[in-house]
């Protein structure tokens, strides 16, 4: 039964939409990984994609520096972004599926702003709600 | 082995129900401008006689055609293209943010167009680089032997004439196009012989319509629509900047395509 069941899982990940939107492939996007108490330490709003630089500390109190990116700044505007969404400094949450290398990078699915309010991935942020189709 | 697809069912059907049951409404991806036009339909009536001017919001991609079989010369060139400029070893021009050039313009990145006139000549813009292209409607030829030895020269967006077909298609013809560009975002190749047409059907006063053939015998084994596109008409008019800035590509390679490494994650290492 238990052998069942991990099949029945991997047949269920392998039933998960495929994420067509350029560049998706490079990450885990079964799991998400959740950092709260990031501070931003860059903000990039540039072609071709979004870029968030952060500081979060580990279990053990060390500092990690993280990249992530969300979609290029013409389709994260639908989802509310801009230009002055985020500054250095600021504290955020951050939701976002990590390199397959388990390297400190990833795409994003989500950040919680402080006061929290959320802003999503395009591509990454609507798991349940893809269907745009192949790009 | 029934047993088996029993449980996987009966499995099935309670895990997506609990995803059902435990899951609040998920959010909604935004539509785009173009998605929201093309799904709510309007057509504005009638496309006004021989006039495609203004601005028009188009897919980020168009519906690419696979090519027919390439030459042995456009084999051997196709091979040489590592598309995805998302992979750290590709070698995709848009990558380090190299001018497109045509018919790239009009296959990647499409999500704006625009029309102008001037005299003598329609402009035709793409948003994405903000790229002008000069199609002379004077009557004038295309030139003759571009990029041979005492020609013209070739160059990003070659030479292009248009001409009204009937009251609603535009057609223009485009030639001396500089061979180091790639034609799409798959990365097949052209010779400088390319010549490519477009053909933009006007088909109601809100929807235009773009097909894209490719002729060049040195690579193709026939000529070939390669991609249909379609655009609407932007009911402000107004557009947006997209800029590929060499800087910030590099910053991009360095923060994201790299460490994350795509090549690793498919297996191509």
């Known amino acids: 039964m238990k052998l069942w069941f991990i099949e029945s899982l991997a047949l269920l990940m392998i039933c998960t939409p495929v994420f067509a ?17 990031a501070t931003v ?33 013409q389709a994260v505007v639908l989802s509310g972004w801009s230009k002055t969404s985020v500054q250095p400094g600021d504290v955020i949450s951050v939701y976002l599926f990590q390199s397959k290398t388990g390297n400190l990078v990833g ?24 269907g745009e189709g192949k790009k | 082995m029934r047993d088996f697809l029993i449980d996987l069912t009966v499995l099935l059907v309670f895990a997506s129900a609990g995803v059902a049951q435990d899951k609040q409404a998920p959010a909604q991806r935004p539509l785009t401008l173009y998605q929201k036009l093309e799904a709510a339909g309007n057509t504005g009536g009638p496309a006004p006689r021989r006039d495609l001017l203004g601005a028009w919001t188009g897919p980020l991609t168009p519906k690419y055609v696979d090519p027919p079989p390439l030459t042995p010369l456009g084999e051997k060139l196709f091979k040489l293209n590592s598309p995805d ?12 943010c190299d001018p497109f050039g045509f018919p790239r313009s009009a296959t990647t990145e499409t999500r704006g167009i625009a029309f102008a006139q001037m005299p003598g000549r329609m402009v035709i813009m793409a948003q994405y680089g903000r790229i002008w292209r000069s199609v002379w409607m004077d009557g004038r030829e295309l030139p003759k032997n571009v990029g041979v030895k005492g020609g013209p020269d070739t160059t990003w967006y070659g030479y292009s004439v248009g001409h009204w077909d009937g009251d609603n298609t535009l057609v223009v013809s485009t030639t001396g196009l500089d061979d180091k560009t790639w034609i799409d975002r798959r990365g097949y190749p052209h010779s400088v012989d390319l010549r490519v ?9 809100d929807t235009l319509e773009l097909t894209l053939t490719i002729d060049d015998p040195k690579i193709y084994t026939k000529p070939f629509v390669i991609a249909k596109n379609r655009f609407k008409w932007i009911p402000n008019q107004e557009d947006e900047e997209q800029m590929c800035v060499p800087s910030e590509a590099i910053e991009y390679r360095k923060l994201i395509v790299v460490p994350a490494d795509q090549d690793q994650a498919r297996g191509k290492k």
């Open chain 2, 197 to 205: 047409e477009e053909r933009y059907t006007r088909l109601d006063h």
């Open chain 1, 21 to 37: 939107h350029h560049g998706s492939t490079a990450y885990d996007t079964n799991k998400v990984v959740v950092l709260k108490g």
């Open chain 1, 107 to 130: 795409r994003l699915n989500k950040i919680v702003l402080a006061d929290g309010s959320e802003l999503r991935d395009s591509a990454l942020g609507y798991k349940e709600a893809e």
């Open chain 1, 41 to 73: 330490t860059k903000y990039v709003w540039a072609n071709p994609h979004v870029i968030i630089t952060f500081d979060v500390k580990d279990e053990k109190g060390n500092v990690q520096h993280w990249s992530a990116e969300a979609g290029t700044p």
């Open chain 2, 85 to 96: 400029p998302f992979s750290a070893s590709s070698n995709d021009p848009w990558g380090t």
